[in-house]
C-alpha cells in the first residue's frame, strides 16, 4: 500500500512540475458597422451608425464619440419609391455630438413614414462597403385591452404598486410583441425581458403584470424592480413586432443578462444587417395605453 502511494504522490509531483503558464493574447479585429435603426408607424425612420468597439476596450465618453459614422449613404425603401436620409447632428456639450440619420426635410416628395402592413429595406454604404437590412411593420392586432394597478406584492413601501394588463392575442403563432414604459413625462425605457412570442398564449386573453421598463445604465434596486410609485402617470408603449425584430431583442437582453454568469449559455445575437454588420433595423406597430396612479 505504501509502495502504491508512493507512486501516486511522484505522478502528481510530475504532473505539477510540467504546468505550463497559458498567456492568452485577444486577437485585435477589424470594427464593423453597427446599426441602429427602427421605424414605427406614422413615424420617420431613424437610424444610428457606429462602429464596434473591441471587446476589452477601454470605454469612454471622447471613444463612443468617435465610434460615430458619418457620411454614410443611406436608402429606404418601401418597394414603391425610395428616399435618401440625410444625417443630423446634436451638440451635447463639452465637445461631443450625437448623430442620425432621417427623413430629408429639404426632399420631402420622397419622404416616408412607418405604416402597418408595409415591409422596409435600409441600403447603407459606407467605405465602399454595401449594408442591407429589411423589416416588416405587422398590422396592429395584439393589443392592451386595459390596465389597472395593485398593491407591491411583498414590498415594504406602501407607495409601490404592480400595474397590471389585460391583453388579448389573435389566433394563430407568430404574434411578436416589445414594449416600453414611461413615467410622466421622461424617456421611454424598455423592460429587462422586453420581447415575447405567443407560443403560450396563443388565441387567449390573459392578465400578466408589466414590469417597469429600465435604465440599463442606471439599473433599479432589486427590491424595487418592476414596481412603480403612487401619483404616476405611466404610459405603455405596446409593440407589435416580425420575428427578426424579436429574435435581436430576444437573444440581446438573454446576452445582457448573462454577463459575468459562469453557468451561462452563450448565445449569439440575431441581428438583421448582411455582409457582417451587426444590431439591427426593427420595425414597430405601436399602441400607447395610459394610466393615472393616485396617490
Keep these: 500500500m505504501m509502495k502504491k502511494l508512493v507512486v501516486l504522490l511522484a505522478f502528481v509531483s510530475c ?13 485585435t479585429l477589424e470594427a464593423v458597422l453597427v446599426v441602429d435603426g427602427i421605424i414605427e408607424s406614422d413615424q420617420p425612420p431613424f437610424i444610428v451608425l457606429s462602429k464596434s468597439l473591441n471587446y476589452f476596450s477601454t470605454i469612454s465618453p471622447a471613444i463612443l464619440n468617435a465610434s460615430q459614422v458619418h ?26 455630438t450625437f448623430s442620425y440619420y432621417s427623413t430629408d426635410s429639404s426632399n420631402l416628395s420622397s419622404a416616408l413614414t412607418g405604416q402597418t402592413g408595409k415591409t422596409y429595406k435600409l441600403t447603407i454604404t459606407v467605405d465602399g462597403k454595401e449594408y442591407l437590412a429589411e423589416t ?8 392592451i385591452d386595459s390596465l389597472w394597478w395593485k398593491p407591491a406584492p411583498g414590498n415594504a413601501d406602501s407607495n409601490k404598486v404592480s400595474v397590471m394588463a389585460k391583453i ?14 414611461r413615467i410622466n413625462n421622461e424617456n ?25 421598463g429600465i435604465n440599463r445604465n442606471d439599473p ?15 404610459t405603455i408603449k405596446f409593440c407589435n413586432i416580425d420575428k427578426h425584430t424579436y429574435d435581436f431583442w430576444r437573444t440581446l437582453e438573454y446576452s445582457y443578462q448573462s454577463v459575468g454568469n459562469p453557468f451561462s449559455t452563450p448565445t449569439t445575437v440575431l441581428g438583421n444587417i448582411s455582409n457582417g454588420g451587426l444590431g439591427a433595423f426593427s420595425g414597430y406597430a405601436v399602441q400607447f395605453k395610459s394610466l393615472v396612479i393616485p396617490k
Design 71 to 96: 457620411q454614410a449613404n443611406v436608402v429606404l425603401s418601401d418597394g414603391n419609391k425610395s428616399h435618401k436620409l440625410k444625417e443630423y447632428t446634436i451638440a451635447l456639450g463639452g465637445g461631443y
Design 168 to 181: 388579448t392575442d389573435p389566433p394563430g403563432y407568430g404574434n411578436y410583441i416589445r414594449y416600453f414604459t
Design 220 to 234: 433599479p434596486k432589486f427590491e424595487d424592480y418592476g414596481f412603480f410609485t403612487k401619483g404616476d402617470t405611466i
Design 15 to 27: 504532473c505539477l512540475s510540467c504546468e505550463k503558464t497559458i498567456d492568452l493574447q485577444p486577437s
Design 136 to 143: 416588416l411593420i405587422p398590422k396592429l392586432e395584439k393589443k
Design 188 to 212: 421611454f425605457l424598455p423592460g429587462a425581458n422586453s420581447a415575447f412570442d405567443d407560443q403560450v398564449v396563443d388565441g387567449t386573453t390573459y392578465e400578466v403584470q408589466v414590469d417597469k
